[in-house]
């Protein structure tokens, strides 16, 4: 049984580009989140998605966008790419009915130059 | 709004010593407590939750209480190994569904 998987592993852009991450859920899980993990830091929710929906939202800027699929599968845009946006983008399923079980994908770096 | 203070690292212990990593919350209700683990170049593994106060937490040989009268949920091991070297976070999911993580706590072990 495949768990959350993520791709690319790496990611280099320059400022101002535009990049898309993905994301699969673990296999029985529909709900998907997102959260950005700067160097040393906890990670920070962005952005949660259900029934193809934004469901909440952290503090982000409207440059960060989602979306998710009918196969449950999610990606996340980033516009107008900033340095602080450099960080390691985390992934993380669940099933809505019980989200206090979360589980974690490796995580894209996305290095901003 | 809801937030999670864990001790500064890095906690550095030898082998087969006890561990205590101190988690502070605030939030309003009754949240859900995790602590999480990762490893180098890894993302997240959650090690143990409680939903309730007075709850323990337990798996791999660590622990966790939920302390409602102390806003607490410290993590302890009695014997450390050093494949138990990683970064800590502590984590609360409140009223919302998100989680809200601690800056995490670097634990490494010496043989």
């Known amino acids: 049984d495949a768990g959350v998987t993520q791709s690319p592993t790496h990611l280099i852009k320059t400022r101002g580009q535009q990049v898309t991450l993905r994301c699969s859920p673990k296999s029985g899980h529909d709900t998907v989140s997102w959260y950005q993990q700067a160097l040393g830091q906890g990670p920070q929710f962005i952005f949660q998605y259900y029934e193809e929906e934004e469901r909440q939202r952290g503090n982000f800027p409207d440059r960060f966008s989602g979306h998710q699929f009918p196969n449950y599968s999610s990606e996340l845009n980033v516009n107008a790419l900033l340095l602080g946006d450099s960080a390691l983008y985390l992934c993380?399923?669940?099933?809505?009915?019980?989200?206090?079980?979360?589980?974690f994908g490796p995580g894209t770096r996305l290095t901003v130059l | 709004g809801d937030s999670v203070t864990q001790m500064e690292g890095p906690v550095t212990l030898s082998e087969e010593a006890f561990l205590t990593i101190n988690c502070t919350y605030t939030a309003t209700g009754y949240p859900s407590l995790f602590w999480y683990v990762q490893y180098p170049g890894e993302g997240l593994q959650l090690l143990l939750k409680a939903t309730k106060a007075d709850d323990k937490g337990s798996n791999k040989g660590f622990e966790a209480t939920y302390r409602k009268e102390t806003t607490s949920f410290h993590l302890e091991k009695g014997s450390v190994q050093v494949s138990d070297s990683a970064v800590y976070f502590c984590?609360?999911?409140?009223?919302?569904?998100?989680?809200?993580f601690g800056s995490g706590t670097r634990l490494l072990v010496r043989p």
């Open positions: 993380a399923s669940s099933k809505w009915t019980s989200t206090d079980t979360q589980y």
């Open positions: 984590a609360l999911r409140g009223s919302s569904y998100k989680l809200i």
